[in-house]
Nanobody
Framework: QVQLVESGGGLVQAGGSLRLSCAVS????????MGWFRQAPGKEREFVAA????????SYADSLKGRFTISRDNAKKTVYLQMNSLKPEDTAVYYC????????????WGQGTQVTVSS
């Protein structure tokens, strides 16, 4: 059973930066894909970014390219989301998720971490 634990959320002023972390508890295959999603109050959950565990492929929501960067550290079994130039509209609960491959659904989810960007 894969367990995902997010951390790094908090309150930041507009224009600031945060780095979210997602610790993975189980062994992950090189085909696995790790994703970040977010859900703002009253809105549907939306895709933010994803990375293959091998690190050879990434994907971003078009609206977030250039501000957000996803990365992973295999030795630490951790996935990161670096968020720069944050805007109030980035306020949401951010979730880490895992899929067995790019063509599979995200079956495992973390509990989420709150990010609040003040204006």
């Amino acid at each position: 059973q894969v367990q995902l634990v997010e951390s790094g959320g908090g309150l930041v002023q507009a224009g600031g930066s945060l780095r979210l972390s997602c610790a993975v508890s189980a062994r992950t295959s090189s085909n696995a894909v790790m994703g970040w999603f977010r859900q703002a109050p009253g809105k549907e959950r939306e895709f933010v970014a994803a990375i293959s565990w091998s690190g050879d492929r990434t994907s971003y929501a078009d609206s977030l390219k250039g501000r957000f960067t996803i990365s992973r550290d295999n030795a630490k079994k951790t996935v990161y989301l670096q968020m720069n130039s944050l805007k109030p509209e980035d306020t949401a609960v951010y979730y880490c998720a895992a899929a067995n491959s790019w063509s599979r659904p995200y079956d495992y989810w973390g509990q989420g971490t709150q990010v609040t960007v003040s204006s």
